[in-house]
């Protein structure tokens, strides 16, 4: 009730365009209705609205500092009016005095949210800056429990996977590797969305297939062109971390076959701390008075010398 009287008093005296905005801000996710008066309003729809008018209150309300999760809040309605309020945005909208973990890595996100609706860089550009929010989407999703973020998750996917579409294949092949590898890492976070018929019908349509006939043809290269540093260099440590591997459970197995069919053989001595295994090799072969000899100085007469045998 105390958040009604609260959000009532916010609204109160305001026109629709201002009140449709406050309203976006004090609910948790601006609802549809509230987005689509707004775009009424800015488009003409409404006879006692000017859309320039609108325009400009909002433009106003988008230039003063505002909290990271109501800054969060107006760029994703910009996100959403893409058409109207994308020029309209300014790197003032997000508060530089917090101080809070969680108000921080909000205000990081913002940060990158905003740089990539304002920039007008080229399709790989773009992957980039959304799959930089990657890290930091993550850690709000695990944890806080903040709807918002994931709104601006959904519109993220749909836009990466857009973009993921519009790569042409006559670019750089390596530019292109490594924007599908990018894509492919940031769809991983669908797994905090709630998924609706129609991203999973967008993700559907995504192919990696070219980055498994990289990865092919780079082991066809590294078979056949040893003089190639680099993939050599790679293919050497794979190698070895196998070769490793066999090594440790073939002497495990050894082991194991020598306890159970030939315990006899694997015996040690307490004079001589000698053990043998099934093929008869000494692993040690340092008697008591040796070791004592060869670690500690032990004179020939005196008090102490009946440690070591003569």
């Given at each position: ?53 609108a325009l400009r209150k909002i433009s106003l309300r988008l230039q003063h500092s505002q909290k990271p999760l ?118 991983d976070l669908k797994g905090y969305l709630q998924m609706n018929q129609e991203l999973q019908n967008k993700l ?107």
């Open positions: 009730m105390f958040n009604n009287i609260k959000r009532n008093l916010t609204i109160f005296n305001r026109d629709i365009v201002e009140s449709s905005w406050l309203k976006s801000l004090i609910d948790d996710v601006p609802k549809a209705k509230h987005i689509q008066i707004l775009q009424n309003c800015l488009q003409g729809e409404y006879i006692n609205v000017d859309p320039k008018i109501n800054a969060l809040k107006s760029l994703y309605l910009a996100h959403v009016l893409n058409k109207f309020l994308i020029p309209q945005l300014t790197d003032k909208i997000i508060d530089q005095q917090c101080k809070d973990p969680a108000d921080l890595l909000m205000a990081s996100v913002a940060h990158l949210y905003y740089s990539y609706l304002k920039s007008q860089k080229n399709v790989f550009e773009k992957i980039d800056s959304i799959f930089k929010m990657n890290r930091q989407l993550e850690v709000l999703l695990l944890k806080t429990n903040i709807p918002i973020i994931k709104e601006i998750l959904y519109l993220l996917m749909i836009d990466i996977i857009a973009l993921f579409h519009s790569i042409d294949q006559q670019d750089d092949q390596e530019k292109r590797i490594r924007a599908m590898k990018q894509v492919r890492r940031f769809i559907n349509t995504l192919n990696f297939q070219e980055i498994k006939q990289q990865q092919q043809i780079e082991w066809k290269i590294c078979k056949t062109n040893p003089n190639n540093q680099e993939i050599q260099t790679q293919h050497f440590e794979l190698n070895k971390k196998q070769l490793s591997i066999q090594i440790n459970e073939s002497t495990n197995f050894e082991n194991y076959q020598t306890c159970q069919e030939h315990p006899q053989d694997r015996r040690m001595s307490l004079q001589t701390r000698t053990i043998s295994n099934q093929r008869g090799i000494v692993q040690s072969n340092t008697t008591t008075s040796s070791s004592i000899r060869n670690n500690f100085f032990i004179p020939k007469q005196g008090p102490l010398s009946f440690l070591i045998p003569s």
